[in-house]
């Protein structure tokens, strides 16, 4: 669940470096810095939802789709937000500490102080799970008018609990009695951390035991030869959004990352659609 990092010299045609903005979430010792990226947004697309990226596990706010979002949004006049958990990319923390629930708190906490009006919030991986937790947050505080719809990527919905069912007994044993596990990742040379804070904590915001609510329309981009979130596991999620309007396209040769040329233009698409 990790995303593709984009260098500089590679971003998409029209997409410039930005520099990062931040913002404080937490007091005390357990305040971080949290940097953000935004397109500001002019012209008829002014009049538009703005739209915020919502990245995964690992990823940061310069990623692929992140940078290919802010560049699309610019050019259309939107605004567009973008941002790092702690202990990702440009914000201060580790990412051994990071949970589920310190991420959304992180992202709750920008979106409501950086953000102004309808917004659509796109999530991917990780993202899609923090982005339902969002809209969950903003329905209970009678602020669903600020959420417009969702776009969600491959949305890897409860994967903490989906990863430890999926863990031998040895990893569970390493978890348990180390604190963390080191996962060899396909993504990255470097393994990355699944932490026991991280799988023990996560069991307080898992979704799929009922209906999910979002009081607004959500549409699911999910490819079909995703090896970290199965294709079937969106169709799993589509049944439990009884209540609200939600589409699935799935795409037949789609992996887990959808950052090719035609799924940006598919993501595009969605934006669009819920205009």
């Known amino acids: 669940m990790v995303e593709q990092i984009l260098k500089v010299d590679e971003l998409p045609m029209g997409a410039r470096p930005r520099p990062a903005g931040f913002t404080s979430v937490g007091a005390g010792d357990d305040e971080r810095r949290i940097a953000f990226l935004q397109a500001p947004a002019g012209g008829k697309g002014a009049a538009l939802p703005g739209l915020v990226w919502l990245g995964g596990f690992k990823s940061d706010m310069r990623s692929t789709k992140a940078s290919a979002l802010l560049a699309w949004a610019e050019e259309h006049g939107r605004s567009a937000l973008a941002l790092d958990y702690s202990g990702h990319g440009e914000s201060s923390g580790s990412f051994e500490e990071g949970t589920i629930g310190r991420w959304f708190e992180e992202a709750l906490a920008v979106f409501r102080a950086q953000t102004r009006g309808p917004q659509i919030v796109l999530g991917s991986s990780m993202g899609g799970w923090i982005a339902l937790l969002?809209?969950?947050?903003?329905?209970?505080?009678?602020?669903?008018?600020?959420?417009?719809?969702?776009?969600?990527?491959?949305?890897?919905?409860?994967?903490?609990?989906?990863?430890?069912?999926?863990?031998?007994?040895?990893?569970?044993?390493?978890?348990?009695?180390?604190?963390?596990?080191?996962?060899?990742?396909?993504?990255?040379?470097?393994?990355?951390?699944?932490?026991?804070?991280?799988?023990?904590?996560?069991?307080?915001?898992?979704?799929?035991?009922?209906?999910?609510?979002?009081?607004?329309?959500?549409?699911?981009?999910?490819?079909?030869?995703?090896?970290?979130?199965?294709?079937?596991?969106?169709?799993?999620?589509?049944?439990?959004?009884?209540?609200d309007p939600a589409v699935l396209t799935l795409v037949k040769g789609g992996d887990h990352r959808l950052s090719r040329k035609e799924d940006l233009q598919r993501l595009f698409a969605a934006i669009e659609a819920m205009d």
Not at 147 to 155: D, F, Q, R, S
Not at 157 to 163: G, K, L, Q, R
Not at 199 to 208: R, V
Not at 214 to 234: E, S
């Open 134 to 243: 969002l809209a969950r947050a903003l329905a209970k505080a009678g602020e669903q008018s600020r959420l417009h719809g969702l776009v969600l990527i491959a949305p890897a919905v409860d994967f903490t609990a989906h990863m430890w069912e999926g863990f031998s007994a040895k990893v569970r044993r390493t978890i348990e009695t180390e604190g963390k596990w080191l996962r060899p990742s396909q993504y990255s040379p470097e393994p990355y951390p699944i932490t026991r804070q991280l799988i023990e904590e996560g069991k307080s915001h898992l979704l799929l035991g009922g209906t999910i609510r979002t009081h607004a329309p959500v549409h699911i981009l999910q490819g079909m030869q995703d090896p970290d979130v199965p294709w079937k596991r969106a169709t799993m999620l589509i049944e439990h959004l009884a209540g």
